[in-house]
């Protein structure tokens, strides 16, 4: 989502406070830490966090898709897709890496939100502490739990503007989605905190979830050149490549697997997690960035010898899975 900040240099804040547990906690009024007791998976193997489903079992992130079929244009999606990289997790131990985020109780103050693109944003106010963490480097992003009402807010280009007059925060664009609902949920061509208009949160790879062996959803992923259209559960596009022309270049919304006959045997701890999830439920193209980059949580505590080992894996052992039709006519 670089481009659409049309070049405006927005102050960004640090997570000021990194937890040696799990998550990164805003330290403000009421700001809670994004895990611990406030994490786990639930008996039908939902992500749970602050006593939320982070979407129902029947969510596209949430979804099963080891026997779901190859799409008939995998091979020609996958040689547009730098075949020839391997992944590389966006996320480790250092505090500068990886996307915050953090949950708050019922009764956190909301605080006004203004936007660079407000016909596409759910307008403020939002229940961000003056401190919430906010991504480091250009994307910005800031995200936020409420555990009253289990809706996730998220914003893009996010900065504090300070207490009043100033009043609150300002970003590019900003969403809230209903954790208790099947995504998608917002109007189709529009954006969110991210490029393809999907929650950011559910797609983060977790330290709570990767240190008990098995993760139950899809990771975000994202790929340097897409085409000019989407496949739901993404609603939005951000590309100059049309699907006319480029019909097999990635859409926003693709979803790719790690192939079943890939020996994963030789990997340990987290990384053995992260890489079963991804024959189990596969990643979901969500921003435009460098190929073959998967995201996961701001946390001091992820083993950067462990992660390096998905380091290893080349995008030609994954495949394309077929899931929805391919959505035109937006971008």
Request: net charge negative; proline share 9%.
């Amino acid at each position: 989502m670089m481009n659409e900040v049309f070049g405006r240099r927005l102050s960004f804040a640090l997570c000021l406070l990194i937890l040696a547990s799990t998550g990164c906690s805003g330290g403000g009024s009421g700001a809670a830490l994004g895990s611990g007791q406030f994490g786990g998976v639930g008996p039908d193997h939902v992500p749970v966090i602050g006593g939320c489903k982070v979407f129902p079992r029947m969510d596209p992130w949430n979804t099963n898709i080891s026997q779901y079929p190859v799409d008939p244009h995998s091979a020609q999606y996958l040689s547009n897709m730098n075949p020839s990289a391997h992944l590389h997790p966006d996320f480790g131990s250092n505090p500068t890496y990886g996307i915050p985020w953090i949950t708050v109780p019922a009764n956190q103050p909301f605080l006004p939100v203004t936007f660079d693109d407000p016909q596409e944003s759910n307008p403020g106010p939002y229940p961000f502490p003056p401190n919430v963490p906010i991504e480091s480097g250009s994307d910005r992003h800031a995200i936020v739990i409420d555990t009253g009402t289990c809706e996730l807010y998220e914003t893009f280009a996010t900065t504090y503007l300070g207490p009043p007059p100033s009043n609150g925060f300002h970003a590019f664009s900003g969403a809230t989605f209903s954790l208790g609902k099947v995504n998608p949920q917002r109007t189709d061509g529009w954006t969110s905190a991210d490029a393809a208009g999907l929650a950011i949160l559910p797609g983060l790879v977790k330290k709570f979830e990767a240190d008990t062996g098995t993760i139950t959803h899809a990771f975000r992923f994202t790929m340097s050149r897409t085409q000019a259209a989407f496949i739901h559960p993404a609603q939005h596009c951000t590309s100059g490549y049309p699907h006319g022309q480029f019909p097999y270049y990635p859409p926003m919304g693709l979803r790719v697997r790690l192939k079943s006959s890939y020996d994963i045997s030789a990997f340990t701890g987290d990384a053995r997690a992260i890489a079963q999830a991804m024959k189990t439920y596969g990643m979901i193209l969500a921003d435009n960035g460098s190929d073959w980059y998967f995201t996961g949580e701001t946390n001091t505590s992820w083993d950067d010898n462990n992660l390096n080992q998905l380091k290893a894996l080349p995008a030609n052992a994954f495949e394309v899975v077929q899931t929805s039709a391919v959505v035109t006519g937006f971008c």
